[in-house]
């Protein structure tokens, strides 16, 4: 599998170049250049597995064995989940008339982001130790991608990691979970302004490449394909938990509610519905509504200032 910018550069990138890298050369994302598409036979064969069992099936497709051998790629992501505290990693939770809540906040800060956020800790773990090299992590966050970010890679010696929190407009255990951790490879700051003012600065950065590439700097917002990759396993896991029979042909649609910030858990749950999973996607936003904007009306355009609401992880116009 190779990758290519969303601005059509950066052709044959590979998984690890891909890993390493926040925006594309061109200032595009990276995404695969192709699609897996999934027939009804696998979905069936796939309905019975677990989530860690999903997340390996679906990691395999988009990282080459090539580059991480797909026995050890599954070492990686059951070390990744080691800290979860729900036996099943993630887990359902049915009500009444048919809703079902999945519940993604069994990782170590409590953020669904833990789940994609630990392996792709290990990923880049992974390719540090065989490389020999060392990178600083450069994180803007409204809330939870900070404390989820630091978790994956605290102690971890051939990385740093530097995190951006708005000064006063995150929750308090969100800031307590990144100010608190003592390690020295942690460096949190807070900074005047939202959180889509910080990224400003952040994105100058990397759009230095010469700069970017000289400090081997990188980004773990949702920016970074590994993420996104990781998270396609949550809308196969609720489909499968929601279905009651795969049995029947065109297979029953189910439909999904994502509660959207930046939008990386729903171009997640696009990308699965691209690979033939018979969902349908209702993103749900905050006042901070750009997503919405966009999607019922074509209006990619920022509203004024980001308004600080009771979900602050949500606080986002656009990364």
């Given at each position: 599998?190779?990758?290519?910018?969303?601005?059509?550069?950066?052709?044959?990138?590979?998984?690890?170049g891909?890993?390493?890298?926040g925006?594309?050369?061109?200032?595009?994302?990276?995404?695969?250049e192709?699609?897996?598409?999934l027939?009804?036979?696998?979905?069936?064969?796939?309905?019975?597995?677990?989530?860690?069992?999903?997340?390996?099936?679906?990691?395999?497709?988009?990282?080459?064995p090539?580059l991480?051998?797909?026995?050890e790629?599954?070492d990686?992501?059951?070390r990744?989940f080691?800290?979860?505290?729900?036996?099943?990693v993630v887990?359902?939770?049915?009500?009444?008339?048919?809703?079902?809540v999945?519940e993604?906040?069994?990782?170590?800060t409590?953020?669904?982001?833990?789940?994609?956020?630990?392996?792709?800790?290990?990923?880049?773990?992974?390719?540090l130790?065989?490389?020999?090299?060392?990178?600083?992590?450069?994180?803007g966050?409204?809330?939870?991608?900070?404390?989820s970010?630091?978790?994956?890679?605290?102690?971890?010696?051939?990385?740093?990691?530097?995190?951006l929190?708005?000064?006063?407009?995150?929750?308090?255990m969100?800031?307590?979970?990144?100010?608190?951790v003592?390690?020295?490879?942690?460096?949190?700051?807070?900074?005047?302004?939202?959180?889509?003012?910080?990224?400003?600065?952040?994105?100058e950065?990397?759009?230095?490449?010469?700069?970017?590439?000289?400090?081997?700097?990188?980004?773990?917002?949702?920016?970074?394909?590994s993420?996104?990759?990781v998270?396609?396993?949550?809308?196969?896991?609720a489909?499968?938990?929601?279905?009651?029979?795969?049995?029947?042909?065109?297979?029953?649609?189910v439909?999904?509610?994502?509660?959207?910030?930046?939008?990386?858990n729903?171009?997640?749950?696009?990308?699965?519905?691209?690979?033939?999973?018979?969902?349908q996607?209702i993103?749900?936003?905050?006042?901070?509504?750009?997503?919405?904007?966009?999607?019922?009306?074509?209006?990619?355009?920022?509203?004024?200032?980001?308004?600080?609401?009771?979900a602050?992880?949500?606080?986002?116009?656009?990364?």
């Amino acid at each position: 599998m190779k990758y290519i910018s969303t601005r059509g550069g950066a052709e044959g990138t590979d998984f690890e170049g891909v890993l390493f890298s926040g925006y594309a050369p061109d200032g595009g994302l990276f995404m695969p250049e192709e699609i897996p598409l999934l027939d009804s036979n696998t979905l069936r064969a796939w309905s019975t597995f677990s989530y860690p069992q999903l997340v390996k099936e679906l990691c395999s497709l988009f990282v080459s064995p090539e580059l991480i051998p797909r026995q050890e790629l599954n070492d990686l992501i059951d070390r990744a989940f080691t800290r979860v505290r729900h036996k099943d990693v993630v887990h359902l939770s049915r009500l009444r008339n048919g809703l079902n809540v999945l519940e993604l906040w069994h990782g170590v800060t409590y953020a669904f982001k833990d789940l994609s956020m630990s392996c792709t800790g290990q990923f880049l773990q992974y390719f540090l130790k065989k490389r020999k090299k060392h990178i600083t992590i450069l994180v803007g966050t409204a809330g939870d991608t900070g404390s989820s970010a630091i978790e994956s890679v605290r102690g971890k010696k051939n990385m740093d990691i530097i995190v951006l929190l708005p000064k006063g407009l995150c929750s308090q255990m969100q800031e307590l979970q990144m100010t608190t951790v003592i390690e020295e490879n942690v460096h949190v700051f807070a900074a005047d302004g939202n959180s889509d003012e910080i990224d400003e600065p952040i994105k100058e950065l990397f759009a230095n490449t010469d700069f970017a590439r000289k400090h081997n700097l990188m980004s773990l917002n949702s920016i970074n394909w590994s993420r996104i990759m990781v998270q396609i396993a949550h809308h196969f896991y609720a489909y499968f938990q929601c279905t009651t029979s795969l049995d029947i042909t065109p297979l029953p649609t189910v439909e999904i509610i994502v509660p959207t910030g930046g939008g990386g858990n729903l171009t997640a749950g696009y990308i699965a519905k691209k690979m033939g999973l018979p969902i349908q996607l209702i993103a749900v936003v905050n006042s901070n509504d750009i997503i919405h904007r966009a999607v019922q009306h074509g209006d990619f355009s920022l509203s004024g200032n980001v308004q600080s609401t009771l979900a602050s992880a949500m606080d986002i116009q656009v990364y």
